[in-house]
């Protein structure tokens, strides 16, 4: 599937303006501003400027929460957008409710006791943002993440993502069998998206810390529908081809 680009001169806007870009934009105002982020259940609470509050929106880590102060912004962020600014970023602090600053390890185990599969979800959210992919959550879609090549103003998304643990375990509990795989191939064809399926292989390191994740590998696989009508058109053509070839 072709990128779908909305309007012309959005992906000429996209080119001049890449998101690794726009990402070390938000990298520098968060560590300037020394941001910290307030844990709450499975999201971080972080309070936000005039610059931090366009930087997120442009970069599409988290969502806006509307409140009665003007002057500042609250954003939401999942678990994973947290993380990987805490992590892999090292531009945010992770805050309790008691007011102490976690450390990454602490924040890690936090985030596993919050939903058991964050080390698999992880690795593939921050596979694609490491690719400069615009990452968000695929719920709506029955999927895990949805990703976008570029901002969303700009083009639609691409693909609808979900993460699985490679190997037989209690974590894949999905697409285990046909019916599974076909109803979310056709849900993803019906909103113009290809399923991708990032298989995460953990290389036996276990979860015990953040620096597994090193070690852990990610095995990309997009699922399509068959479609009768071009396989057709591919077998006249293939057949035109070897006609012409024989004259």
């Given at each position: 599937?072709?990128?779908?680009?909305?309007?012309?001169?959005?992906?000429?806007?996209?080119?001049?303006?890449?998101?690794?870009?726009?990402?070390?934009?938000?990298?520098?105002?968060?560590?300037?501003?020394?941001?910290?982020?307030?844990?709450?259940?499975?999201?971080?609470?972080?309070?936000?400027?005039?610059?931090?509050?366009?930087?997120?929106?442009?970069?599409?880590?988290?969502?806006?929460?509307?409140?009665?102060?003007?002057?500042?912004?609250?954003?939401?962020?999942?678990?994973?957008?947290?993380?990987?600014?805490?992590?892999?970023?090292?531009?945010?602090?992770?805050?309790?409710?008691?007011?102490?600053?976690?450390?990454?390890?602490?924040?890690?185990?936090?985030?596993?006791?919050?939903?058991?599969?964050?080390?698999?979800?992880?690795?593939?959210?921050?596979?694609?943002?490491?690719?400069?992919?615009?990452?968000?959550?695929?719920?709506?879609?029955?999927?895990?993440?949805?990703?976008?090549?570029?901002?969303?103003?700009?083009?639609?998304?691409?693909?609808?993502?979900?993460?699985?643990?490679?190997?037989?375990?209690?974590?894949?509990?999905?697409?285990?069998?046909?019916?599974?795989?076909?109803?979310?191939?056709?849900?993803?064809?019906?909103?113009?998206?290809?399923?991708?399926?990032?298989?995460?292989?953990?290389?036996?390191?276990?979860?015990?810390?953040?620096?597994?994740?090193?070690?852990?590998?990610?095995?990309?696989?997009?699922?399509?529908?068959?479609?009768?009508?071009?396989?057709?058109?591919?077998?006249?053509s293939l057949r035109n081809q070897t006609n012409l070839g024989t004259i």
């Amino acid at each position: 599937m072709k990128p779908r680009w909305k309007g012309k001169g959005s992906e000429a806007k996209a080119s001049a303006d890449p998101m690794s870009k726009i990402v070390s934009q938000l990298h520098s105002s968060l560590i300037r501003s020394v941001a910290r982020g307030l844990l709450l259940s499975r999201n971080v609470l972080i309070e936000a400027d005039a610059e931090l509050s366009y930087l997120f929106n442009r970069t599409r880590f988290g969502r806006s929460r509307i409140t009665s102060q003007e002057e500042k912004q609250w954003f939401q962020l999942d678990m994973e957008e947290a993380f990987y600014l805490c992590f892999s970023l090292e531009c945010l602090k992770g805050i309790g409710k008691d007011g102490s600053i976690k450390s990454n390890k602490e924040l890690w185990e936090y985030s596993k006791s919050e939903k058991p599969a964050f080390p698999i979800s992880y690795k593939a959210y921050s596979h694609l943002r490491h690719k400069n992919w615009v990452v968000r959550s695929g719920l709506q879609y029955g999927v895990d993440f949805i990703a976008y090549r570029h901002l969303p103003a700009l083009i639609h998304s691409e693909y609808a993502v979900l993460a699985l643990s490679k190997g037989d375990n209690e974590l894949n509990g999905r697409l285990r069998v046909w019916s599974d795989v076909h109803c979310t191939v056709r849900l993803c064809g019906s909103v113009a998206k290809t399923l991708l399926v990032l298989f995460v292989d953990s290389n036996s390191q276990g979860t015990s810390s953040p620096s597994c994740l090193e070690h852990y590998t990610v095995e990309e696989e997009t699922i399509t529908r068959w479609n009768p009508e071009q396989s057709r058109e591919d077998q006249t053509s293939l057949r035109n081809q070897t006609n012409l070839g024989t004259i």
